[in-house]
């Protein structure tokens, strides 16, 4: 078509040249009288156009549809959440016109009912405005079974009402804590998506999951073309604002050394999930890195099932032991260049954490005492402790991920230094993950220690289920998410109190005793704070990234 | 050989349905495609799986599961409410209907990611190909020529580096050396638009994936034509004074091509699955990207494009056949 389009200009201009040529000369130049002023052509401003690399491409663009987290962000960029968080994770309202507190009267004295007051000014991206049935219609979507959306939580737990078309008012049968970090991910315009609800049935096959001409973000979807790129440009209606850049074009490049290879080369002005180890070259390049925390931390479950679980780890002393004969620090200074820290629980950097809470000190000489003093020792001489016949040979295993191999080696070796022997196994993600019906080696409890990171699904809210006794994976609960079979009444009357504590102070207060127990009882052991590492080009400026809404402040980003 | 053609498409039917049942079994008995639909850092919520389990009909057993694959559950009412009163007509209608299943991402029709893929790959491998099989001939037949040169040595030596090396250690060096380094090629965050943009970001993949793959073709050229310039015929058309280019490419190439034949016959369908690792690096939007991609976590995807590759197997296999008769006429088909 573009060869087409030259070959067809070119020829134009060729008989434009012909012609010209036939044409006579032109006749003596007339006098310009002299009050004629030369016309001056207006300059015309060259597009601010970005490209941002994502090593995964979204599966949908309908918020409904998927945890995803390459399309969760992309959905800042051209959907709209109620609010969103800075990158000292403070929320900031997007659709609201302040946030619901006591105070305000936005949130109940019960802490049953939240309400929420629109904006005057906000609307979607074709001009109509965004009222408070788009959120009825999106509730109503959510928890319609006919729709395939990847949950109902938290909107199974409250009822809508839209006394007028600016209040939003949500009845939850319990006061719900976690409302900050998890309502209103996005909203569906019903203006568009009734109609095709209507014909269809179901959201499923709409045209708008892939094609959403209309959102309500600084950005307005133009095209998307598979495994290839996807396109944004400047949201002229948004209320907030017009944003300083035109267009950004999100291009999929699966390949990590790739992203590299572009950034390097100047074609990328932002990329993410960057290695440790290809930092200081991408430094080099004049790429700038901002790690922005975004909840996860990696850290090792201990598999504790009364029956299925290895004897020794039932001990909280071993557990310890283990605890104590690992150099994190370390590992952290060497492996991961010194870039991050050590974690002490699965909630550092968070207002949750018992501030008295530290990582746990190398201390092999301790850990070779607790060992003892639970009754594991090498009776046999054979250099690896044991205790009533049964050896402390422990499973240990995590995905292919390079620098989780590098960890469990130098685990392997400073545990043999105490008298534990641990095998190591590895596993693709999809496998490793699995869930405990396709026989995953984490849920099905085939490994005694298993390592990866998480994050609590509304991060930046604490609130997870994965420690109740009731989400033990078995036969009967095989989607159960409690992989490493803990069950502790007391950590789980914690967490279920902290559900319903709307009032900051009280819900921080439970939170300590809860991070202090997980530590205390090592249910979890930390190994390092791993927040998302950002790579932004050269060309672009006011770049600030938050962990939970990374793109909170990208109506201020410019380029040189 | 109308009857020989028929025949062969009918036995290509139940091998068909074998290797369907093959890949199912071992498809879904190994992916969790919840997990991917749920979230990629996180597990998924336990209700969540339980309600898309019922509404992609994954909480059947596997072989009840391929029954849906073959002919579809729209016959069925499912329960997705779970009020323990099937409510809504299940969503598939099966392959022997066209549809294909749903692919998780998305949601849509398994085949339309297909369809987006399968022309960017049969371009790159079409074009990787074509450069393969032309330098293949020019090298293979010259180095047959002139065995033992230089040329020959040359060339011999080249080609085993090529062969010998990786492909992903190829694409990566090409990658750093043209896009980072010298800055001539585009490199893969350029966004594919025009057709400009597309030519220019062919050029590495291909020549990643021809330099890897000449010298097992160039290889089979030089000793098929080595082979045959020894025979008794064509040493009768020299003696009849034939002249020397009609001896080499109609009565000598044509019959050195038999195995060349077979290789490319063997080769071509696997074209349409792309090549997963070049395609991967250079962000090549194509069906191996789009495989490697969907292997984990999109089932219907992965088998549609298993199916693909084994029909096409099945087609190219008899054109192979069809070519042999036409190369070399003492063979017939009954």
Redesign the interface.
Known sequence: MEVTRLYSLLVVFLLAAVLGACVPPPAAPTQVPPTAVPPTATPVPTPKKVIFIWTQEFDTLNPLYTNMWFASITFQIWNCWAWDFDDGLNPHPVLVKEMPSEENGGISADGKTITLKLREDIVWSDGTPITSEDFIFTHKMVLDPKNAVATTYPHDLFEVEAPDARTVVMKFQEPFAAWQGTLWHGLLPKHILEPVYQRDDTLDNAEWNRNPTVGCGPFTFAEWKSANYARFVANEKYWLGRPKIDEITIRFVPDDASQIAALKAGEGDLGTFIAYTDIPDLQKANVRMVTAFSGYNEGIYFYLHPEKGHPALQDVRVRQAIALATDRASLVQDLLLGLTKPASTDYDNTPWVDPTIQPWPYDPERAKALLDEAGWKDTDGDGVRDKDGVKLELDYGTTTREVRRSTQAVFQQQLAAVGIKVNLLNYEPDLYFAGFGQGGPCATGQLDMFEYSTVAAGFPDPDTSEWYCDQVPSEETPEGSNWQAVCDPELESLLKLQTTQVDFKERQQTWWKITRMIYDKVYWLGLWQDPDIWAVGPRLKNVRLSGATPFFNILEWDVE | MGRYIIRRLLQAVPQLFIISIIIFALLYT???P???????????????????ER??GLDQPWFVQYIYWLVGNDWLMLD??FDGIPE?PG?RKGILRGDFG?S?????PALE?IG??LPNTLLLMGTAEAAILGLALLIGVYSALRQYSIFDHFVTAFSFIGYSMPIFFIA?FS??IF??LL?LL???????????DFALALILPALSISFSSLAGYSRYVRSAMLEVLNQDYIRTARSKGLPRPMITFVHALKNASLPLVTLVGLDLPMLLGGAVVTE????W??MG??F??S???DPAVVMAILMLIAVAVVIFQLLTDLTYAWLDPRIRYR
């Open positions: 190994t992916v969790d919840i997990a991917a639909m749920t979230g990629d850092r996180g597990k998924p919520r336990p209700e969540t799986r339980k309600r898309l509404k992609y997705l409410d809504t969503p749903l998780v991402r998305g949601p849509r990611p987006e893929a990566l990658l750093y896009s980072v800055r585009p490199s893969p965050a350029r966004p594919l638009r025009t057709t400009e991967t690096i250079f962000a939007p194509g990207q789009l490697i991609r292997l984990g976590e």
